[in-house]
């Protein structure tokens, strides 16, 4: 098999990043793909999965116990039990598959896809589909720097706010926005605020998928992001409260829409809203369409 590079950003050049249940069946056993599931937790895995798929749990494999970023170590140990090489093609899906890919990204990974369709519309289709846990041969993976291109951290965050040249963009449910709530589920944290970063745009993302978990149009993508011109050269920093809905619509921004600038603030809410001294806004504030 060939890879693609999905290293360039082309409006509507869907075949770069987003693969379909009929192109995964056909390449799922080809010795350089990799299928990945991304959860928040072992049991939807464990239940049933993509025949092949390993997982990587977002709160065990992918952030450490204060919801920041694990450490360059580990994912490097991840990548290898995942049986992931440099010139594997990775696939992910799952509840938070955009975070998959961006980790990729954030460290240099070329070949790269999101399956385009959710995990129920495979399994309704009676699809390879399996119980076991995979174990993929073990790899070696030696992870470079990090790219700051597409990741935004906690001062950077800081330095953002009110700057005219950088949009924060917070894609969490209005309930969330608005501080009623911490965590998306309704519950709030201990010794943690809800609300938003001050200046943040809020911009939810729900409309981003048909009902088979496929991705809308372009057209409905520009749609769902009419506030932002594709054109500009600002920034955009995208967080929500743990990464994933913030990676999506990086995703969607520059994979699918070819905006570039775009930053996920992978600590996002998890980590601002429990940072002594972070300012938190309690109450939507109006903003101006960058």
């Known amino acids: 098999m060939t890879s693609i590079s999905t290293n360039r950003r082309l409006d509507g050049d869907r075949e770069a990043v987003l693969v379909d249940a009929e192109w995964l069946t056909a390449h799922a056993n080809d010795p350089i793909v990799r299928i990945v599931e991304v959860d928040v937790s072992a049991a939807t895995y464990d239940a049933g999965h993509i025949d092949g ?3 990587w749990n977002v709160y065990a494999d992918l952030k450490d116990s204060d919801y920041r970023l694990a450490d360059h170590t580990r994912i490097e140990r991840l990548l290898s039990r995942s049986g992931i090489r440099p010139d594997s093609t990775v696939v992910f899906y799952g509840y938070a598959p955009a975070l998959g890919f961006w980790l990729m990204k954030l460290y240099g990974h070329d070949n790269v896809r999101i399956l385009d369709c959710s995990r129920d519309t495979w399994q309704a289709r009676d699809l390879p589909w399996s119980i076991s846990q995979t174990e993929p041969v073990a790899t070696t993976y030696d992870l470079g720097d990090t790219d700051r291109n597409v990741r935004a951290v906690l001062d950077d965050v800081r330095a953002a706010i009110g700057n005219p040249a950088i949009t924060l963009v917070d894609v969490r449910t209005d309930l969330e926005f608005r501080g009623e709530r911490f965590w998306p589920s309704g519950g ?4 943690g605020r809800a609300g938003h970063v001050p200046t943040a745009r809020h911009q939810p993302i729900d409309g ?3 009902d088979d978990g496929s991705y809308r ?10 506030y932002v011109d594709l054109d500009r050269v600002d920034e955009l920093i995208t967080y929500c409260t743990i990464g994933g809905r913030a990676a999506t619509a990086w995703f969607v921004l520059t994979y699918l829409l070819g ?9 996002s809410w998890a980590e601002w809203g429990r940072t002594a001294g972070t300012p938190v806004a309690p109450d939507a504030l109006a903003s101006t369409p960058r």
Not at 188 to 191: D, Q
């Open 53 to 55: 798929a390993v997982l």
């Open 188 to 191: 709030l944290e201990p010794g």
């Open 208 to 210: 981003l998928f048909h």
């Open 217 to 226: 149009t372009t057209s409905e993508l520009r749609a769902q992001f009419s």
């Open 259 to 267: 905006r570039s600038g775009v930053r996920v603030y992978d600590g």
